[in-house]
């Protein structure tokens, strides 16, 4: 079956400092990927996409490349924010399957 | 304002006492569904629902239901709640055509129920 497997958190970086967040996943057909962000006491929100190989999403300065051969999806920004502090969810969906979730990282950062 | 609203967002019960946790969305999404996060599981579907009166088990559907008899509403029913139902609970609702569409969702602000 399908998985998505994600750093485990948190990751307490200082503000300005650069992130990496990383998530590898497992599917046995073509899945999109996908970031999404909670932020405190909300929802969770899309953050970005990639619907094929090599495809890069990017949205709010932070970027994540579909590598098919290394089967991973990394999260990156390179200046990080406070207000970046958040849960991030690394998921895939594949045709005819529900949407799979990694189990989250917390990232917190300090002024 | 495209949106999922989920009520109540807080709820406290006891073993056994009937509760529902209502989600509409105002998108007209066929696709709509309910997951759990739990601490250290990320979030796992219960239920989802491709079209009204269309609806399918999730991951971990045991004790819950769920009914679609119009397109914007999707509740969550929990008969006779038990202790191991305390969770935050998110209703997420989305086009639903294709992969891509499929994993774009639009999630509720939550509802965090605690049985005691």
């Known amino acids: 079956g399908n998985s998505v497997t994600q750093m485990e958190g948190p990751v307490t970086l200082s503000e300005e400092a650069f992130l990496t967040i990383n998530c590898t996943y497992t599917a046995t057909g073509y899945p999109s990927l996908f970031w999404y962000v909670q932020y405190p006491g909300e929802g969770l929100q899309l953050l970005l996409k990639?619907?094929?190989?090599?495809d890069k999403g990017s949205n709010k300065g932070f970027e994540a490349t579909y590598r098919k051969e290394t089967t991973s999806f990394h999260l990156e920004k390179g200046s990080v924010q406070v207000s970046d502090s958040a849960v991030y969810f690394c998921?895939?969906?594949?045709?005819?399957?529900?949407?799979?979730f990694g189990s989250g990282t917390r990232l917190q950062v300090q002024p | 304002e495209a949106q999922v609203t989920q009520n109540p967002r807080y709820l406290i019960t006891v073993t056994g006492k009937k509760l529902t946790v209502t989600c509409s969305q105002n998108?007209?999404?066929?696709?709509m569904s309910w997951y759990r996060q739990d601490p250290g599981l990320g979030l796992r579907q219960i239920y989802y629902?491709?079209?009204?009166?269309?609806?399918d088990k999730g991951d971990v559907p045991e004790g819950y239901k769920v009914s679609r008899k119009e397109k914007r509403n999707f509740p969550l029913i929990l008969e006779s709640p038990s202790p191991n139902q305390t969770s935050l609970y998110f209703c997420a609702s989305s086009l639903g055509q294709g992969a891509r569409k499929a994993g774009e969702l639009f999630f509720g602000e939550g509802s965090r129920l605690t049985v005691l």
């Open positions: 998108m007209n999404h066929e696709y």
């Open positions: 990639a619907t094929k190989a090599d």
């Open positions: 998921a895939l969906s594949d045709i005819g399957r529900a949407l799979t």
């Open positions: 629902s491709m079209n009204v009166e269309v609806t």
